[in-house]
């Protein structure tokens, strides 16, 4: 395992939430905005944190809020903006839009780093690109990948030497995880079996 002190995490709140039609982080859960269910959790771990989001509201949260550099590259974009500011040399993603990750799976994946390029979770045999963790080597790669418009994260993972943290005996105890809540009808769902 490397040092937490060489992890810096960036949670991703600047996509266009075309599906929710508002800010998704800003969107209220059981009276809460989803992306402080990711702080909540990511604050337990006392890692340095900021919010990538185009929108001057998450400022509000107490962290440093960065706007893309490249505007409307999606989470490709979001990682090199990452990149750029990150004094370490691991950023770890999480998207806003997954407010029941836990401060256990958070600490599993970062346990896990050692010398990959890239550690991902894995949940049902799929990298999660955004509960991962990337090395700032990567920087030119996302550059060029982002120059010729391949944002596809999945096959940036899959490019590349990279450590499959697999997640799903969590997934088994609470099949709610990584559930990514993208539309206004995702986040009644989820309030209508709230336990």
């Avoid at 550099?69 to 839009?97: N, Q, R, W």
């Avoid at 600490?107 to 700032?136: C, G, H, M, R, W």
């Avoid at 799903?168 to 009808?185: A, G």
Wanted: glycine share 4%; with cysteine; aromatic share 8%.
């Amino acid at each position: 395992m490397i040092s937490d002190k060489s992890i810096e995490v960036f949670v991703l709140a600047g996509g266009k939430s075309s599906r929710m039609g508002e800010e998704k982080g800003l969107m209220l859960l059981h009276n809460k905005p989803m992306i402080q269910y990711v702080l909540e959790q990511l604050s337990i771990l006392k890692l340095p944190v900021q919010i990538i989001a185009n929108a001057d509201d998450y400022t509000k949260f107490g962290y440093d809020t960065l706007k893309d550099i490249i505007a409307e590259k999606g989470p490709m974009g979001g990682l090199l903006t990452a990149f750029h500011y990150a004094k370490s040399d691991c950023v770890l993603l999480i998207s806003c839009d997954m407010p029941f990750i836990t401060s256990e799976i958070v600490s599993k994946l970062i346990f896990e780093v050692k010398d990959d390029e890239i550690t991902a979770a894995y949940v049902q045999n799929e990298p999660n690109p955004l509960f991962a963790v990337y090395k700032k080597s990567l920087k030119n790669e996302v550059e060029k990948r982002i120059a010729a418009g391949n944002l596809q994260m999945k096959h940036l993972i899959k490019s590349f030497r990279h450590k499959r943290v697999e997640m799903d005996v969590y997934l088994n105890r609470n099949p709610n995880l990584f559930i990514n809540l993208n539309s206004k009808q995702d986040v009644n769902n989820i309030t209508d079996v709230w336990n």
